[in-house]
């Protein structure tokens, strides 16, 4: 879409366009917004105007959410990006350290897993019991 300020043609999104083509609902983008995830948004006549960079920051946002980050830890890596300060080696430390995170969830589900497995087990046990009861009374 074009949208004229002052004469000037701005190319740009709405919200809902950002939401069509990221697959992010609109509330989620305003809550990013409103965190501070993202740089301040332009707006034209009252309207959020979102630009390319601002779908790259959104994308960036939701691939790190993908990846399990917290919204905090995102804030911390967005704003280390947008001064530049982040180099390839924080970059790995950070994803080194998300990486832990994640096989520690999966340690703990695992753990979750095997306690459920196990009383269902149970409770088949006893099911099975009681049906071989039933048939040779």
């Given at each position: ?21 990221l ?18 948004i ?74 459920i ?9 006893i ?11």
């Amino acid at each position: 879409d074009y949208l004229y300020d002052k004469g000037e043609i701005l190319m740009g999104y709405t919200i809902r366009e950002v939401s069509e083509i990221l697959k992010i609902p609109v509330s989620t983008i305003r809550y990013y917004e409103n965190l501070g995830l993202l740089p301040v948004i332009q707006r034209f006549e009252g309207k959020r105007v979102f630009t390319n960079e601002n779908i790259t920051d959104l994308k960036r946002i939701k691939k790190l959410k993908d990846m399990g980050m917290t919204l905090k830890d995102i804030k911390n890596f967005n704003q280390l990006y947008s001064k530049g300060k982040l180099s390839f080696e924080q970059k790995i430390m950070i994803l080194d350290q998300q990486h832990t995170v994640i096989i520690e969830q999966i340690e703990e589900l695992q753990h979750t897993l095997e306690i459920i497995e196990t009383e269902r087990l149970k409770y088949s046990n006893i099911i099975n019991k009681n049906h071989t009861a039933i048939i040779c009374s």
